[in-house]
T-cell receptor, first 113, second 113 residues
C-alpha cells in the first residue's frame, strides 16, 4: 500500500519551459489537492479536486493547470515556468474533504532558473 | 480570508521536557483545527485534530486545546523524545466550501537528547 506517490522528486527547469507533476493515490480517495510550500509561508493550496473529472481553484492557482482524468491520479501542469514557481510541491488526498485526514506525498522540489 | 499565525518559529527543549506551540486564527467561522508533523524530506502527517465543539483533546503524549472566544489553539507535547524533532504546522478550516485548509508558517522543534 503505497499511499500517495509523487513523480518526479526533483526537477530543474529553465524559465519558460513546461512540465507536469504526477500524483497517484491508491486509497480510493475522492479528494485530491496540490499545495506549494515556501520558506516562512507554510502550505498554500494551488488547486484541488472533489472527484474524477472535477477540478477547482485554490488560494494560489495562477500559472498552474490541473487535470483529474482518473480517480487515482491528479496532474499539476506548469505551462511556462517562472522563477517565482520555485518551490516544494505536495500532493495530498483525503476521503471526504479537508475535515478528514489528508495524506501527503513526499514532495517534489522544483527549481526554475 | 483566514489568517493563521503560529509561534514560535523555532523551539528547542531538553528530552523529557514539555513543548508548547501556539496558533491564532482570524475567521470566527473556522471550526476544524488539525496539526501536522513534517519530518525531514517527508510530507506532512496528521498527528491530532480538534473541532470547535471540543475544548481539549488528548492522544497519549500529545494534546490540543482550543479557545474559540480568543481564537487560539495550542499543541502540547509532554515527555518529549528525540523522534519528536520535526516541523509542526497548525491549520484552520474556515468552512468556505473551498476545501482549503489555511496553514500556519510552521514551528521547527528540536529535542536535545
Amino acid at each position: 500500500n503505497a499511499g500517495v506517490t509523487q513523480t518526479p522528486k526533483f526537477r530543474v527547469l529553465k524559465t519558460g519551459q513546461s512540465m507536469t507533476l504526477l500524483c497517484a493515490q491508491d486509497m480510493n480517495h475522492e479528494y485530491m489537492y496540490w499545495y506549494r510550500q515556501d520558506p516562512g509561508m507554510g502550505l498554500r493550496l494551488i488547486h484541488y479536486s472533489v472527484g474524477e473529472g472535477t477540478t477547482a481553484k485554490g488560494e494560489v492557482p495562477d500559472g498552474y493547470n490541473v487535470s483529474r482524468l482518473k480517480k487515482q491520479n491528479f496532474l499539476l501542469g506548469l505551462e511556462s515556468a517562472a522563477p517565482s514557481q520555485t518551490s516544494v510541491y505536495f500532493c495530498a488526498s483525503s476521503l471526504h474533504g479537508v475535515v478528514t485526514e489528508a495524506f501527503f506525498g513526499q514532495g517534489t522540489r522544483l527549481t526554475v532558473v | 480570508g483566514e489568517n493563521v499565525e503560529q509561534h514560535p518559529s523555532t523551539l528547542s527543549v531538553q528530552e523529557g521536557d514539555s513543548a508548547v506551540i501556539k496558533c491564532t486564527y482570524s475567521d470566527s467561522a473556522s471550526n476544524y483545527f488539525p496539526w501536522y508533523k513534517q519530518e525531514l524530506g517527508k510530507g506532512p502527517q496528521l498527528i491530532i485534530d480538534i473541532r470547535s465543539n471540543v475544548g481539549e483533546k488528548k492522544d497519549q503524549r500529545i494534546a490540543v486545546t482550543l479557545n474559540k472566544t480568543a481564537k487560539h489553539f495550542s499543541l502540547h507535547i509532554t515527555e518529549t523524545q528525540p523522534e519528536d524533532s520535526a516541523v509542526y504546522f497548525c491549520a484552520a478550516d474556515p468552512q468556505t466550501g473551498a476545501n482549503n485548509l489555511f496553514f500556519g508558517t510552521g514551528t521547527r522543534l528540536t529535542v536535545i537528547p
